[in-house]
């Protein structure tokens, strides 16, 4: 991967201008590419060869994945370009290492977690438009089928280039900077604490959350080319906090929120993340981890200001209201009690595995029900 802080322009068109990278395979999303005007941000030189393919679905899915992949068949290119939020760079990435050709199997692969490729097809340059996910730093892509969601992981995921520009994020309409920024948020605290966290994985969220906790609601509601560089990076390293560690039990019950109501990717995941927070807490001594997890709460603590979990999460509530994160299912419309059992059977078991204390489904119906 390769990366220069404070990313230029120059060195974009640089790296694009190259003999080599004539044919490039655009892909984006229509209102993100202008909203966040890349349209005008970008110029490519006429003699490259540019193949736009916008985004359709809202949620990375595998029906505009199998599209995706013949439309880059057909064109063959010399290079794919990610130009969007978490799912345009998810479909980049699996786009990039996987041959349509011999695409028949995938989804049987992706369902069973099988390894979906072995090489790398094509280099993958990708340029974030929105401060959560870092997926520009991360070795998995969420895609999902029939409404429920599957983590693909892989090295070959990795972009070999990313392009961090704060003036695409900075006049994102106010409900994606408050999501996609609570998502790095979130994404730093669940490092710290799953069972798969190491030395490196709680640098990079401990730095993650000192930009994050100091710029985000001035991100949201006054944003400057600061605070928006500052969230950028933020969520870049929160991406590099979870490319090791994986995420939690928020993010594991988010994604039927999802699915099933609509809910923003961050917004689902802010639903239960003070929840979770306590039960783990109230739970500490039956921790699975290798390491101590009051510690590591105590670096929560820290980052946050606060000396304890009533505080913590009184601060955690602070940030939503702030961000305009409803979490009162009525006022979301959701019937919690009716839709309990599909709720349930979508939770992704894969990151719930990383909870540092073992969660039941009767733990779940209680912390959705608090």
Known sequence: MNFVDN???????????KKKNQKIFLITGKNSFYKSKANKFFRFSKDKVIKYYFKVTKLPEFKELSVILKEVEKFKPDIILAIGGGAVIDYAKIVSIVDYRLSKNLKFKLVNYENISKRKIYPLVAVPTTAGAGAEATSNAVIYINKIKYSVENSLLIPEYFFLFSNLIINNPFNLKSSAGFDAIAQGV???ISMKSNKSSVSFAKKSLKLSLNNYLSFLHKPNNENSKNMLFASHLAGKAI??????????VSYPFSTMFGLDH???VSLTIEKFLLFNFKNIIHSKS?????DRYKIIFKLFDVTNIGELNDKIKFFKRKAKLIDDYSKLGININKSMNKILNQISELRL???P????????REILND
């Open 266 to 268: 961050g917004h689902a």
């Open 190 to 192: 669940e490092s710290l």
């Open 357 to 364: 204390i073992r969660v039941k489904k009767n733990d779940i």
């Open 290 to 294: 290798k390491f101590n997890l009051l």
């Open 353 to 355: 595995k990383n909870n």
């Open 7 to 17: 990313s230029k322009i120059s060195d974009f068109k640089k790296l694009l201008d």
């Open 243 to 252: 490319n090791i560690s994986k995420t939690t039990g928020p993010h594991a």
